[in-house]
């Protein structure tokens, strides 16, 4: 059972819990390189980019049209777990701001990302001293995430870009400033500022409303979805990277606060076993999605974090330019690698 596989995380009363995770606080890389059993040999791979792979401001999808599925293609009859998963779109609908992978039958694995969307609706974009299509975001993190033809997970996608609202910061005072700590920022990642004027009150809400609420809504409900046939379940928060960190992947559990050491010894092993060097709570301890969760002891949520030099080409990434392009080998080596990971998974927590 999903339950007794990952284990329980500190505050359950478990002291070798609570010594693993002063061992892995944050700041401590844990640096593990995989032997030759993986099959994908990831680690092989070193190389990247990063680039936006979304839409222009004002581009709206047409009544009824379904946005293109970004985690599963159709696979050989019987090989896929459940039904065929349906693609549902979520606030305004002029936009869809989140696309959801549902499963009438889940495994005990949700995926979230909430960063690879790229969309900027007309009215978000008024005041903005930069094009949106070269807003910085996790780029091209979705379709890396287009696992293979007979994996299906559910998962939960936003569409529009984190600069409307970042479903990864808390929606608290102050909304709109920093970059890393508010849900709206006014600046960019070096302190450059985005729009000609503060927004006010009305459009931080509307901002809210339009790409934040829908997507933890979505979440709840996808989780809630797997919690009903499963005793415990998985979420991995994924995201990229382009930071000279050294490592391929880090895990992010909040200093040991989200993820019981079960579940967490399992997602290292998946990432390693597919030759992954891996890290834990380096830069990136786990933001507002998975700390949302680390009361609620039948979730174990983990921010995954993977090297956009594996998969983007090289020099876009040092360059730091957007719409970074697929480098040819690491990109497929690096998605099947993903995919055996999820895979992996799937079959250990169900």
Same mark, same amino acid.
């Given at each position: 059972?999903?339950? +007794?596989?990952?284990?329980?995380? #500190?505050?359950?009363?478990?002291?070798?819990?609570?010594?693993?995770?002063?061992?892995?606080?944050?700041?401590?890389?844990?640096?593990?390189?995989?032997?030759?059993?993986?099959?994908?040999?990831?680690?092989? !791979?070193?190389?990247?980019?990063? /680039?936006?792979?979304?839409?222009?401001?004002?581009? #709206?999808?047409?009544?009824?049209?379904?946005?293109?599925?970004?985690?599963?293609?159709?696979?050989?009859?019987?090989?896929?777990?459940?039904?065929?998963?349906?693609?549902?779109?979520?606030?305004?609908?002029?936009?869809?701001?989140?696309?959801?992978?549902?499963?009438d039958a889940p495994p005990a694995l949700v995926l979230s990302v909430p960063h690879g969307g790229t969309l900027v609706p007309t009215r978000c974009a008024e005041g903005l001293r930069v094009p949106p299509e &070269?807003?910085?975001?996790?780029?091209?993190?979705?379709?890396?995430?287009?696992?293979?033809?007979?994996?299906? !997970?559910?998962?939960?996608?936003?569409?529009?870009?984190? $600069?409307?609202?970042?479903?990864?910061?808390?929606?608290?005072?102050?909304?709109?400033?920093?970059?890393?700590?508010?849900?709206?920022?006014?600046?960019?990642? /070096?302190?450059?500022?985005?729009?000609?004027?503060?927004?006010?009150?009305?459009?931080? &809400?509307?901002?809210?409303?339009?790409?934040?609420?829908?997507?933890?809504?979505?979440?709840?409900? +996808?989780?809630?979805?797997?919690?009903?046939?499963?005793?415990?379940?998985?979420?991995?928060?994924?995201?990229?990277?382009?930071?000279?960190?050294?490592?391929?992947? !880090?895990?992010?559990?909040?200093?040991?606060?989200?993820?019981?050491?079960?579940?967490?010894?399992?997602?290292?092993?998946?990432?390693? &076993? &597919?030759?992954?060097?891996?890290?834990?709570?380096?830069? $990136?301890?786990?933001?507002?999605?998975?700390?949302?969760?680390?009361?609620?002891?039948?979730?174990?949520?983990?921010? !995954?974090?993977?090297?956009?030099?594996?998969?983007?080409?090289?020099?876009?990434?040092?360059?730091?330019?957007?719409?970074?392009?697929?480098?040819?080998?690491?990109?497929?080596?690096?998605?099947?690698?993903?995919?055996?990971?999820?895979?992996?998974?799937?079959?250990?927590?169900?």
């Amino acid at each position: 059972m999903a339950g +007794a596989v990952l284990g329980r995380r #500190r505050g359950d009363g478990v002291a070798a819990d609570a010594a693993d995770r002063r061992r892995r606080g944050p700041g401590r890389l844990l640096l593990r390189r995989a032997g030759r059993q993986g099959g994908c040999a990831a680690g092989r !791979v070193r190389r990247a980019a990063g /680039v936006p792979a979304g839409g222009l401001p004002g581009v #709206r999808l047409r009544r009824g049209r379904r946005p293109p599925l970004p985690l599963a293609e159709p696979g050989p009859a019987g090989r896929r777990r459940g039904r065929a998963p349906r693609v549902l779109v979520s606030g305004d609908p002029g936009c869809g701001a989140v696309a959801t992978v549902h499963l009438d039958a889940p495994p005990a694995l949700v995926l979230s990302v909430p960063h690879g969307g790229t969309l900027v609706p007309t009215r978000c974009a008024e005041g903005l001293r930069v094009p949106p299509e &070269q807003l910085w975001s996790d780029w091209r993190t979705a379709e890396l995430l287009d696992l293979s033809a007979d994996l299906v !997970v559910p998962a939960v996608v936003a569409r529009l870009s984190r $600069f409307v609202a970042d479903p990864n910061r808390a929606p608290v005072e102050p909304l709109h400033g920093d970059f890393w700590s508010t849900a709206v920022p006014a600046r960019d990642p /070096v302190g450059a500022p985005l729009y000609d004027r503060p927004l006010t009150a009305e459009e931080l &809400q509307y901002r809210l409303e339009l790409a934040h609420v829908p997507f933890h809504r979505a979440l709840d409900r +996808a989780l809630a979805a797997a919690l009903h046939r499963h005793p415990r379940v998985l979420l991995l928060d994924m995201h990229s990277f382009g930071l000279p960190l050294g490592v391929d992947v !880090v895990l992010g559990d909040g200093g040991g606060s989200t993820a019981g050491r079960g579940a967490s010894e399992q997602v290292e092993r998946a990432f390693r &076993q &597919q030759g992954f060097t891996v890290a834990w709570n380096l830069r $990136f301890t786990g933001g507002h999605i998975v700390r949302r969760w680390a009361n609620d002891h039948r979730v174990d949520a983990l921010q !995954v974090e993977v090297n956009q030099r594996l998969h983007l080409n090289s020099s876009d990434v040092e360059a730091a330019r957007p719409n970074p392009r697929p480098d040819a080998a690491g990109w497929l080596t690096t998605r099947r690698a993903l995919a055996g990971v999820i895979g992996s998974l799937v079959r250990s927590v169900c």
